[in-house]
């Protein structure tokens, strides 16, 4: 008998039943409509064993790989452990130790931690860091693992935001904090490695996305990969020094600096990040596309990348949403 | 051949569908009659709702009840969705399968499958 737990319940399920059904029938609220594995409304993830394939058939890559699954057409032959994509103690709390501070430019802090215990994740996702235990922040990794010992994050100072100030003015090394993660589904898929990949974002939105490029270059992607990171004026650059040696490294990797301000010098583009993207390579059929920071942005590219071409299942996006409550 | 194929099998199945999803997607996003009732909507579900719309339009296997195609619809229905928009989808679904290169007597049995659904659609 194959039992699926839940929010520590734990249900049998009966033969020929699929996970949505043994779920609804107890009362569990997961949403669905299809019934067909085909609309993905009824999307769930295995945080406990391994969903079978047929169930994650039609999901995205990164989906997939973090065990996501679509209910409806899910009959496990062993025990499976399942959680809805929204439920919050999808995963542990982990302390981790701040190993150093240092500014990136006059509002982003360069946040580097020592996790207590080991944490799979991917370049790009994000975890949250905790100020205290209700109080807690999504932030980007900008770290990648096997190449980076601890993780990396880029917090931007925003004006009254409580963690951010926080970071900015209170934390020191040596603290311990509380982090959970990592979750998101932004991030470097191995395969496909001479398909073009476009990233695109704005202020500390090249977090996530100095992950990826690193990510894809250890892991031997031989594709062209272009950057092109925004700001309004050259003090909301940061790690071009590092961006510029990247260049000299690798023949594939293309950095675009850009600037959106009326003072535009030499070397950087000039306009909108997204802009000057989509007028430089106009047609984004078979492009991999990534797109990380303001959620306007985010939002407007998404759809631009899709009309030029880019097919739907090639955009990964990482929109840094401002809680309302900063 | 005594085995007769079925209307999904004759127009290629999900590969199909794959395929024809970002068509139709972009057709819709940029058909002036109805883009605007797409506006502001998640579009990776959306996408998995036209991938599900198009499976059972191609006689595809699906679970829809008339029921779940008139809550899907309601709020759209009270922005004044109404039969011209109908007719715009399916115009669209059209031109999606000629780009496709699927024939024209498939494509009326396509347009038949989403005709039926029009009263659900449209709540009525």
């Given amino acids: ?153 880029h917090v931007r100072r925003l004006p009254q935001g409580r963690v951010s100030g926080w970071i900015h003015e209170e934390l020191r090394p040596g603290e311990t904090v509380e982090i959970r993660g990592p979750g998101g589904d ?88 997204d802009d000057v993207a989509f007028q430089q390579i106009p047609n984004l059929k078979n492009w991999r596309m990534f797109l990380c920071g303001h959620p306007e942005m985010v939002k407007i590219a998404k759809k631009k990348a899709f009309m030029a071409g880019a097919s739907m299942k090639d955009i990964y996006v990482d929109a840094f949403n401002v809680s309302q409550s900063s | 051949m005594s085995e007769q194929l079925s209307l999904f099998e004759k127009i290629g199945g999900e590969a199909a569908v794959d395929a024809a999803v970002d068509i139709f997607y972009r057709k819709v996003l940029s058909d002036d009659r109805i883009s605007a009732f797409f506006e502001g909507v998640d579009m990776d579900k959306q996408a998995a709702k036209q991938k599900s719309f198009l499976t059972m339009a191609f006689g595809g296997p699906h679970n829809y009840t008339g029921l779940d195609m008139r809550l899907g619809h309601a709020h759209l229905v009270e922005r004044g969705l109404n039969d011209s928009h109908v007719d715009a989808v399916i115009e669209d679904l059209g031109a999606t399968l000629r780009e496709l290169n699927v024939g024209e007597d498939l494509i009326a049995q396509v347009a038949a499958i989403a005709e039926s659904t029009r009263n659900d659609v449209l709540c009525r």
């Fill in chain 1, 186 to 273: 932004c991030f470097y898929i191995p395969g496909n490695t001479e398909q073009g990949l476009i990233l695109i974002g704005t202020g500390s939105g090249l977090a996530p996305l100095y992950g990826i490029i690193r990510d894809a270059l250890s892991q031997g992607h031989s594709g062209p990969i272009h950057l092109f990171h925004g700001s309004r004026d050259l003090n909301g650059l940061y790690l071009t020094g590092e961006l510029h040696d990247l260049v000299q490294q690798y023949a594939n990797f293309n950095y675009v600096p850009c600037l959106s301000g009326d003072d535009v010098p030499h070397g950087f583009a000039a306009g909108r990040a």
């Fill in chain 1, 1 to 153: 008998m194959v039992t699926i737990r839940y929010a520590k319940d734990n249900f049998e399920l009966n033969e020929n039943q699929s996970v949505l059904d043994c779920l609804t029938g107890h009362g569990v609220p997961v949403p669905f409509s299809c019934r067909s594995g085909v609309c993905q409304t009824c999307l769930m993830r295995a945080t406990g064993g391994t969903p079978p394939e047929i169930s994650q058939h039609g999901l995205k890559d990164s989906l997939k790989l973090q065990n996501y699954f679509l209910a409806c057409v899910c009959h496990p032959s062993a025990d499976l452990e399942v959680a809805l994509p929204d439920d919050d103690d999808i995963q542990a709390v982990i302390p981790a130790t701040v190993k150093s501070l240092k500014l990136l430019n006059a509002d982003i802090m360069h946040v580097v931690l020592e996790c207590h215990l080991p944490i799979d994740y991917r370049a790009g996702q994000f975890i949250n860091l905790f100020q205290n235990q209700s109080l807690g922040r999504s932030y980007s990794l900008a770290s990648v693992p096997h190449e980076d010992e601890h993780l990396h994050l």
